[in-house]
């Protein structure tokens, strides 16, 4: 069965950084396009990056250009989200995602989430 599976969250200090894993498994996702979402206690899931099957493209939120970077490894069937610069309105489950289409306007694979939270 297909999944996604996130990594590397944890609590962090305002200005600090982590990095998160996104690590597919039980079929190639070599041609998916993938991406990161947030979704922060009562609000709605919202989109953070995304690249390309080919890594020759990526889009970010305006909220974390210059902070957040996405980039990904084929061989490894793995995702990643370098996150610098935390804020603590950054503070939110992220979401690994996988789409057969860079649009992600129907995302076909969800990760179970990993917690970051960042403290002032």
């Known amino acids: 069965q297909a999944q996604l599976v996130e990594s590397g969250g944890g609590l962090v200090q305002a200005e600090g950084s982590l990095r998160l894993s996104c690590v597919a498994s039980?079929?190639?996702?070599?041609?998916?396009?993938m991406g990161w979402f947030r979704q922060a206690p009562g609000k709605e899931r919202e989109f953070v990056a995304a690249i390309s099957w080919r890594s020759d493209m990526t889009k970010y939120a305006d909220f974390v250009k210059g902070r957040f970077t996405i980039s990904r490894d084929n061989t490894k069937n793995t995702a990643y989200l370098q996150m610098n610069s935390l804020k603590p309105e950054d503070t939110a489950v992220y979401y690994c995602?996988?789409?057969?289409?860079?649009?992600?306007?129907?995302?076909?694979?969800w990760g179970q989430g990993t917690q970051v939270t960042v403290s002032s």
């Open positions: 995602a996988a789409d057969n289409s860079y649009e992600f306007r129907s995302v076909n694979y």
């Open positions: 039980g079929r190639t996702f070599r041609y998916y396009a």
